[in-house]
Nanobody, 126 residues
Framework: QLQLVESGGGLVQPGGSLRVSCVAS????????IGWFRQVPGKEREGVAC????????KYADSVRGRFFISRGNVKNTVYLQMNSLKPEDTSVYYC???????????????????WGQGTQVTVSS
């Protein structure tokens, strides 16, 4: 069974950093484009960052570019989202998702992704 599990969320002060992780089971993350999304109650899910199946292409939402960084771990089935200079507006539930149909590159459209984790809460507050 294909499964994604996020971890690493928590409470952090504005300006702080946090790294969330996505671990896959049932398939190899290294062969698949992975995206990070976030959602707050009452709003649409927002694409934050994605990495291609090769790891050579990454994309970021304008709201996080230069502050967030997506990477593949040395452990092949792990993808990280490093979040720096966090702002209160970054508070959200963060989800990782897998797009097994992507052949080249990655996209930040929710509809492109077939498999989703359960999410991890990130709260930025003093």
């Amino acid at each position: 069974q294909l499964q994604l599990v996020e971890s690493g969320g928590g409470l952090v002060q504005p300006g702080g950093s946090l790294r969330v992780s996505c671990v896959a089971s049932g398939f190899t993350l290294g062969d698949i484009a992975i995206g990070w999304f976030r959602q707050v109650p009452g709003k649409e899910r927002e694409g934050v960052a994605c990495v291609s199946n090769s790891g050579g292409i990454t994309k970021y939402a304008d709201s996080v570019r230069g502050r967030f960084f997506i990477s593949r771990g040395n452990v092949k089935n792990t993808v990280y989202l490093q979040m720096n200079s966090l702002k209160p507006e970054d508070t959200s539930v963060y989800y990782c998702a897998a797009d097994p149909r992507a052949i080249y590159g990655c996209r930040l459209y929710e509809s492109e992704y077939d498999y989703w984790g359960q999410g991890t809460q990130v709260t930025v507050s003093s």
